[in-house]
């Protein structure tokens, strides 16, 4: 039995690149004759516009529409214009710079009212100075008044020297035109009970004679029948 050569271990040889391998690179690396032509085809102004529409670029989107303001409330107008009004914040102040600071508002608000003043009594003096002498007026004489005259009907004789007179009283409306008829009754002194009920009298208006008694009888006109 013959016996096998020992297989000595070493670093593997680099096997060599095969003749069918290089062949395949090299046509790789050099374009064909039939892609040459393809990549050195010019693109004239006629092929651009035969292009398909997929090679241009896509048109941007439409802006979208702009969302309406939310509605603002009274009560919100009413917030923004206090917050408008509204006095900045006042810087940090000790009781002293305080108390300095109201004294020095008082004398500015004093200086201003002491000014007013004396234009206000320069202005009366130089009215008083144009302003021609007058005459002075002279008492006028105490003269009587005239009392009022009423005429009624007697309605009650009740009472002690004392009638109660109704007055009736026709007038126009102002506005609406139309004849307004009223009454009222006075109560008058009759010295004499005169009067009774039914009777036409006259009276005259008089001192306060008693608590409702402002009237005093005159005559009578007609007595009832």
């Known amino acids: 039995m013959a016996e096998e050569p020992e297989e000595t271990v070493g670093p593997p040889e680099e096997a060599a690149p095969s003749e ?6 090299s046509e790789a690396a050099a374009p064909t004759d039939e892609q040459a032509p393809e990549q050195t085809e010019d693109v004239g102004p006629d092929a651009a516009a035969e292009a398909p529409a997929e090679d241009t670029a896509p048109a941007p ?18 917030r ?9 914040a006042r810087k940090a102040m000790t009781p002293e710079e305080r108390q300095a600071e109201r004294e020095s508002e008082r004398r500015r608000k004093a200086q201003i009212r002491r000014t007013r003043r004396v234009r206000v009594r320069e202005k009366a003096r130089t009215a ?3 302003t021609p002498a007058q005459a002075p007026v002279e008492a006028r004489e105490h003269a009587p008044g005239q009392q009022k005259t009423r005429r009624g009907v007697v309605v009650s004789d ?18 609406y035109e139309k004849i307004v008829r009223v009454s009222r009754t006075l109560h008058a002194h009759d ?5 009774h009920v039914g009777d036409t009298v006259i009276v ?7 608590r409702t008694k ?6 009578v006109v007609q007595r009832a029948e």
């Open 204 to 210: 005259r208006e008089s001192r306060p004679l008693s």
């Open 61 to 78: 989107a439409a802006a979208a529409p702009a969302e309406p303001a939310a509605p603002v409330t009274p009560k919100e107008r009413r």
């Open 20 to 25: 069918a391998e290089d062949s395949t690179a």
């Open 80 to 88: 923004v214009r206090r917050a408008a009004k509204a006095r900045p």
């Open 158 to 175: 009740k009472a002690a020297k004392t009638i109660t007179v109704k007055i009736d009283v026709a007038h126009r409306h102002p506005r």
């Open 191 to 195: 010295e004499n009970d005169e009067a």
């Open 214 to 219: 402002r009237w005093r009888l005159v005559e």
């Open 128 to 130: 008083r100075a144009q």
